[in-house]
């Protein structure tokens, strides 16, 4: 099938390239001309596992091209996603206006009917909207546009296996012809037919995703309500932390016994410097802003929205009780990513700790495989390193930000030699607090500090 996807970020991009991966001829289209000349040169802007391989294979075999000229896009596309921003405004609703700006261009140079699908964020009655939009629009009434919903579920680093290897494939429509249209996009993958490039070759036998077919509302809606969840997870599990160090728990062994529980889970209930990135704060704050909307309080999920803005407070106590004195402290930062594997530092926590530091007067070092070339531009103070040992000599302190392998397999024996204070304050709960103090370490983390001398270890 011919497809057209409008914006080249990191679902967009993302999109395309798996949609060539499994045999479409995709054309792609942003407003970024920069973007749009590293794509064609075959350089890719972002940073994502297997993105690159993936776009190399399609660019090879003729299935994937770039274009400024979104009209050029559009007349080629007999499907059209979208995949542009729809972020914050400062009430939290979603800013709808890239969505409203590709609806006139959809409507103004189609020359034929299209599927018109969203791929971006939005919030419940998008759809209804957008296709209002591109009827008003329209020059003819002899095109028809049909919208459907196609939600991401699409984690950053790990967005191509996601992608090509899916939970659930969530399709929202209002006829059957559409839903036919995007079963047939999504066939191949749904019975990986394709090269896989996460599994070198071959796709491993597993089970069939599930494909749902929903209304346009149920399918915005599922996106904004799964995210939100994993959102209510992670803060549920730092305040269970904060209660850990006032009684003298661990957090770990709290946690780990209640994701065994198979109605719970596991994963997203680990304590630490909270979520960043764009996804989640914006899509709780866009979640919260519709429900007020139509009259429905969501206290649950501003509680988990309040706690989360609460991390950061608390991670820099436990570097201010243990350094006293900011000013003048050299002290490395470990991670500027929102979380590893990306290079995106959109509301990433360590950037606020960053800031934070730099106001207070400390002498500020910084290492991240990843994401050092955007930070630089936000911070060009910083010292940047490539080799977290070279970052770690003579400092102060190392606050760990970003769960990055690389610094979860440090060689701290070899670190301690380096720097002039062994004294680490772990944002992400990387290391056994037993181990880190063998090492002869001062160690802070989060909620995992037993009692010690007749008191809590609240702070710490």
Request: aromatic share 8%; net charge negative; with cysteine.
């Amino acid at each position: 099938m011919h497809i057209c996807v409008i914006g080249c970020g990191y679902v967009g991009l993302v999109t395309a390239a798996c949609l060539a991966e499994a045999g479409h001829d995709v054309i792609c289209t942003d407003i970024d001309s920069d973007r749009i000349d590293k794509l064609n040169a075959g350089i890719v802007p972002i940073y994502e596992q297997h993105l690159d391989a993936i776009l190399s294979s399609a660019r090879k075999a003729r299935r994937i091209s770039y274009t400024l000229d979104a009209g050029e896009a559009i007349r080629a596309g007999e499907a059209i996603f979208i995949c542009v921003g729809t972020p914050p405004k400062e009430n939290g609703e979603a800013d709808l206006s890239a969505i409203d700006h590709v609806a006139r261009q959809i409507a103004e140079e189609a020359q034929s009917s299209k599927l018109v699908i969203e791929k971006s964020t939005v919030p419940a009655r998008t759809g209804f909207e957008l296709q209002r939009a591109l009827g008003a629009y329209s020059r003819t009434g002899n095109i028809k546009f049909r919208v459907a919903s196609n939600p991401e579920f699409l984690r950053e680093g790990t967005a191509v296996a996601d992608f090509l290897h899916p939970d659930r494939i969530v399709v929202g429509v209002e006829d059957d012809v559409s839903a036919a249209q995007l079963r047939e996009i999504y066939e191949p993958i749904l019975e990986h037919r394709f090269h896989c490039p996460v599994h070198q070759g071959k796709c491993p036998a597993e089970h069939k995703a599930p494909f749902l077919v929903t209304t346009i509302n149920s399918a915005e809606l599922i996106k904004h309500a799964s995210n939100s969840f994993l959102a209510l997870k992670i803060s549920y599990a730092n305040v269970i932390a904060d209660l850990c160090e006032k009684i003298g728990a661990n957090v770990d062994e709290v946690t780990h016994a209640m994701g065994l529980d198979p109605r719970i889970g596991g994963q997203f209930l680990k304590a630490g410097l909270g979520f960043g990135g764009f996804c989640f704060p914006k899509d709780v704050q866009a979640f919260i802003h519709l429900s007020a909307s139509v009259g429905v309080d969501f206290d649950m999920l501003k509680a988990a929205e309040k706690v989360n803005k609460q991390r950061i407070d608390r991670y820099l106590e436990k570097v201010c009780k243990a350094l006293w004195i900011l000013k003048g402290k050299r002290i490395t930062v470990l991670g500027l990513a929102f979380k590893a594997n990306t290079d995106d530092i959109r509301f990433a926590p360590a950037l606020e700790v960053v800031k934070r530091l730099v106001d207070q007067g400390a002498h500020v070092r910084a290492c991240d495989p990843e994401a050092m070339d955007r930070a630089k531009h936000s911070f060009p103070q910083l010292q940047y390193h490539e080799d977290p040992y070279e970052a770690l000599r003579d400092a102060d302190a190392a606050l760990v930000c970003t769960e990055w392998d690389i610094f979860r397999t440090l060689d701290w024996v070899r670190a301690g030699k380096l720097m002039s204070r062994k004294l680490v304050i772990d944002g992400r709960n990387l290391y056994s607090p037993a181990v880190m103090r063998e090492l002869g370490f001062e160690y802070y983390s989060f909620g995992r500090e037993p009692l010690s001398n007749g008191r809590t270890a609240s702070g710490y």
